[in-house]
């Protein structure tokens, strides 16, 4: 029989349909695939991207010139610009400002065939450095509220370019998803003085029937109420509410568990299509003691309906202890 499981975090409902029960190989059409052809972010083509606003490169080498191996340069077609002021002003009771914002892409090597998942724990290590170098830029501009990293990886998780990278948004706003989680976790917090976060690591390794793999830092499950078929986040096992907080060897190890999961995607799955976010504190409230910033990886296996969009429910066809045997179980 099918479950209504509710998010204990934003309270969010989402219905475990084991009458559709799906096993990996039912998914196997979703797999990414690659073109190839001419890419303005390979190695020798920087000429055909914006200027470059970090790099991490071979000594000696010039900006903008081969030598990288991480480029982080302005999207082409930025949904914000970074430009002007935000001008907030109200047309009765609608109210509106001018798109400010930054929208920033990770090129994360300049090799095309390069995938997250094939690249060493040092060069994840890198990308990791780079994002928490951008943040640290970026939010001592005070029009800014709210940093997106984001990666999407495959045609089908919306990467118009099929070149390993991933992107960063810097918002005016706080974006309502994030703001529900804040909330919920708030909630929780005042009424048991703790933070659910904290609450949910400790549960799932106690349990264990959710947890894909972990480290001395971090912990992989795929949550109780998860939207899609083998989503899985990755939260540190001790407290910190911001990403760009973290200690130096908690990079390390969110670097070597990333790998190690992305590899266990890759098996399970043939190398899906996928999103991950990283969920952080708002730029102006970073350190608090009820929310805890984590990862959220989901392959883009299913699409997202009329009912999902009408409800705010979501079907996934997959229980979250089965994604996570398979997971667990697979050899990397």
Request: charged share 25%; proline share 7%; net charge neutral.
């Amino acid at each position: 029989m099918s479950e209504l499981r509710k998010d204990p975090i934003t309270g969010r409902w989402v219905i475990i349909s084991s009458e559709r029960g799906r096993r990996p190989s039912d998914f196997q059409e979703a797999t990414a695939k690659r073109k190839g052809g001419f890419c303005p972010f390979c190695g020798g083509n920087e000429r055909f991207t914006p200027p470059e606003i970090l790099a991490y490169r071979e000594p000696g080498t010039t900006p903008n010139s081969a030598g990288w191996s991480l480029r982080v340069v302005a999207n082409k077609f930025p949904a914000l610009k970074i430009e002007g002021n935000l001008d907030k002003t109200g047309i009765g009771l609608f109210d509106k400002m001018n798109g400010i914002g930054a929208h920033e892409v990770i090129i994360e090597s300049p090799s095309h065939e390069t995938t997250m998942s094939t690249l060493p724990d040092k060069k994840i290590e890198d990308i990791i450095w780079a994002y928490r170098d951008r943040v640290l830029d970026l939010k001592k501009d005070p029009r800014f509220q709210y940093i997106l990293i984001f990666k999407n990886e495959g045609e089908a998780a919306g990467a118009s370019l099929e070149h390993s990278h991933s992107q960063l948004i810097a918002l005016p706003v706080i974006p309502r998803q994030v703001t529900e989680e804040i909330e919920g976790a708030r909630l929780y917090y005042n009424y048991k003085e703790r933070c659910i976060y904290c609450d949910i690591v400790k549960q799932e390794m106690s349990s264990e029937e959710r947890t894909v793999v972990e480290n001395e830092h971090f912990i992989a499950i795929t949550p109780f109420a998860a939207r899609f078929p083998f989503e899985t986040w990755i939260i540190p096992k001790n407290h910190n509410s911001c990403f760009d907080e973290a200690q130096p060897w908690e990079y390390n190890s969110l670097a070597r568990i990333m790998k190690n999961l992305l590899l266990r995607l890759d098996k399970v799955l043939n190398i899906p299509p996928y999103n991950y976010i990283i969920h952080t504190s708002p730029l102006r409230s970073q350190v608090n003691d009820f929310y805890h910033w984590h990862l959220e990886i989901m392959p883009k296996l299913v699409r997202i309906a009329g009912f999902e969009g009408g409800s705010g429910f979501y079907i996934n066809p997959t229980s979250p202890e089965e994604s996570a045997k398979f997971l667990r179980e697979a050899k990397v």
